[in-house]
C-alpha cells in the first residue's frame, strides 16, 4: 500500500549560513558603524535580535529575513515576536525557528484532505501526517491539492513508496 509523509521542516543550515551572512553584512553597514547591535543564536530554534533603538532593531530584522529569504527558508515557519524596547532605549527581539506540524494544524490539514473525498487515510504520526492509500495516483492527487492551499506553514513530502 503506497504512503508518503507530510512534514514541515526547515533545513538548520541554511538557518546557520543565513545568520552568518547577516552578521557579515551588519558588520559591513555604514549605518551600524559603532554600534552594538547583535544577531545571537541562544537555542538551535531561536533567533535573538538586539539594537540600540527600535530604528535599528527593525533594520537589523530586515537584514536578517532577507537573508532567511534569499536562503529558501520558508518564512512562514518563522514566528517573529514582539520588539520589547526599554526604558533606556535598547530594544531587542525573538524569532523562533518551528519545526514540525503543531497539532490544530494537523488537524486542520487531515479535515482538508477528508473533505476532498480522496481515498486516501490520513493519520496523525508525532509532528508528521502519515497518507497511505491504494492508488499512487490518490496520493499525488493529494499532494497536488496540499500545494495548492496555504495551510500557514511549509509542507514537504518525503519517505514517499509504493
Not at 21 to 50: H, M, N, W, Y
Request: proline share 2%; hydrophobic share 40%; glycine share 8%.
Amino acid at each position: 500500500m503506497p504512503t508518503f509523509d507530510i512534514v514541515s521542516e526547515i533545513d538548520r543550515q541554511e538557518v546557520d549560513n543565513a545568520l552568518n551572512q547577516a552578521r557579515k553584512e551588519l558588520v559591513t553597514r555604514f549605518d551600524f558603524k559603532g554600534s552594538a547591535a547583535t544577531i545571537e543564536q541562544p537555542g538551535k530554534d531561536k533567533i535573538a535580535l538586539s539594537a540600540e533603538d527600535a530604528s535599528r532593531l527593525k533594520a537589523l530584522h530586515e537584514i536578517v529575513i532577507g537573508k532567511l529569504a534569499k536562503r529558501n527558508v520558508d518564512l512562514r515557519n518563522v514566528d517573529h515576536g514582539t520588539p520589547a524596547v526599554s526604558s533606556v532605549g535598547h530594544a531587542r527581539q525573538e524569532l523562533t525557528i518551528k519545526q514540525g506540524i503543531e497539532g490544530t494544524r494537523a488537524k486542520e490539514i487531515i479535515t482538508a484532505i477528508k473533505a476532498q473525498g480522496f481515498k486516501v487515510q490520513s493519520s496523525l504520526q508525532g509532528e508528521e501526517i502519515r497518507v497511505n492509500g491504494k492508488k499512487r495516483d490518490d496520493l499525488q492527487a493529494v499532494i497536488s491539492f496540499l500545494r495548492g492551499k496555504d495551510f500557514g506553514v511549509s509542507l514537504a513530502y518525503k519517505n514517499f513508496r509504493d
